[in-house]
């Protein structure tokens, strides 16, 4: 399974980022190995509908999970709609932790706002 | 003649000096004023008179799923991200579509045409011999206030004299409005935020290379601020209207001072004449 978080950095030390769209990087992760890639946000300085923009990036690459803080209402629609299940890092914690936060089953599923 | 009035700032006084520059105006001439700020337009409580209604619609795409084979290229065009393609369905967000036509001319299966969709009216009344009153109203809920705007702006025709009254702020709806002016004239109070604001709708103009100048609303005596912007910037005073209780009980009753007082009928003359000015007309 492909594990999208998004962060302030490229690394697994880096500050999960709470905005969903204008988030920096994502970083995917592959649950099996641990091997991990940052890519930069290509939408995270566009002027507007970056939320589906975004969406539409992670689900074509093939992501099961998402980590993030807030995900808007149009962007949660695209994923929900792919199946992708939606969790919740607001500890301000880097990418790793809230990945051992995922394994342990603590972290909190996205609710809509 | 084509004159906008804006402000940067909202309640400063726009729909003030729009109505009565266009009911002075049009005891002479045929004038047109349209209300272009089509989320909360409000000349017309100026003005009541029965109305005709005409609906404007802006084009937006309906997929066909039976010839869509979900390759993605009409959500890799969009820059709006108002269309997502999942492997087995196509998502679309209508509040973030621009109805630019652009996925439908990208689709290479033919999958994609345009169906008119209501965003809004424009209605037009004679309120008198002279006067035509053109109001653009944005339905509740939609966010796309431009289409109106031109539609309401080409409901107002080529009559000789027209006023439009714009929305506050400097957005893409003050554009809208603004472009192909012949001047405008920018509305202030001597407040910080009054004039705050007037320096930014001053920059829009001068983008926009229409010639601009000021009427100071509300002023009370103490402009030396606002004055000072306009000196340094070169923009003339075209009006000052002072902060009076019985001008505001006028304006709160529906009613127009131009009408009630001959002396503001011949100071929105007198403005009519500046603005003329400022074109380049000298009489």
Redesign the interface.
């Known amino acids: 399974m492909r594990i999208c978080i998004t962060s302030q950095g490229e690394t697994l030390e880096a500050p999960v980022e709470e905005r969903f769209g204008r988030a920096p990087y994502f970083i995917f992760v592959e649950s099996e190995t641990g091997s991990f890639e940052a890519i930069e946000n290509p ?1 995270a300085r ?8 975004a ?2 990036f992670i ?2 690459h093939n992501v099961g999970i998402l980590i993030s803080g807030m995900v808007g209402g ?1 962007a949660r ?2 994923l929900e ?2 199946g992708i299940a939606m969790f919740t890092s607001r500890s301000a914690g880097t990418v790793k932790a809230a990945l051992e936060q995922l394994k342990g089953n603590i972290l909190e599923r996205s609710e809509q706002q | 003649m084509k004159i906008a009035v804006a402000s940067g700032k909202g309640g400063t006084g726009k729909t003030l000096v729009a109505a009565n520059l266009a009911s002075v105006l049009s005891k002479d001439v045929s004038t047109t004023l349209v209300d272009c700020d089509v989320e909360e337009p409000n000349l017309h409580l100026f003005f009541p008179s029965p109305v005709t209604t005409a609906d404007v619609t802006v084009p937006m795409p309906v997929f066909d799923p039976e010839a869509c084979n979900h390759c993605g290229k009409c959500a890799e065009f969009c820059r709006y991200g108002a269309i997502s393609v999942l492997p087995n369905r196509i998502l679309f967000f209508p509040e973030l579509c621009h109805s630019c036509g652009g996925c439908m001319l990208v689709c290479p299966n033919g999958a994609i045409r345009e169906e008119p969709v209501r965003i809004g009216i424009v209605t037009t009344s004679h309120p008198s011999n002279r006067l035509t009153l053109v109001t653009g109203i944005l339905d509740e809920g939609q966010s796309h206030a431009t289409p109106i705007i031109r539609a309401a702006k080409e409901m107002g025709g080529s009559s000789d004299l027209i006023v439009f009254d714009a929305a506050p702020g400097t957005t893409c709806s003050v554009v809208e409005t603004v472009t192909d002016c012949d001047a405008c004239i920018l509305v202030t109070e001597s407040t910080p935020f009054g004039l705050h604001d007037l320096s930014l709708a001053y920059e829009v103009m001068k983008l926009l290379n229409v010639p601009s100048g000021v009427v100071i609303n509300r002023s009370d005596g103490e402009d030396a601020e606002v004055l000072a912007f306009c000196r340094s910037h070169g923009l003339s005073v075209l009006l000052t209207i002072p902060f009076d209780r019985g001008i505001a009980a006028v304006q709160n009753r529906g009613e127009l001072i131009s009408r009630k007082d001959r002396a503001w009928e011949e100071m929105f003359a007198e403005l009519y004449a500046r603005c003329r000015t400022l074109v380049g007309v000298h009489e």
């Open positions: 939408f566009g002027a507007g509908g970056v939320g589906p923009k969406a539409q689900i074509n149009n629609e695209v709609a792919a």
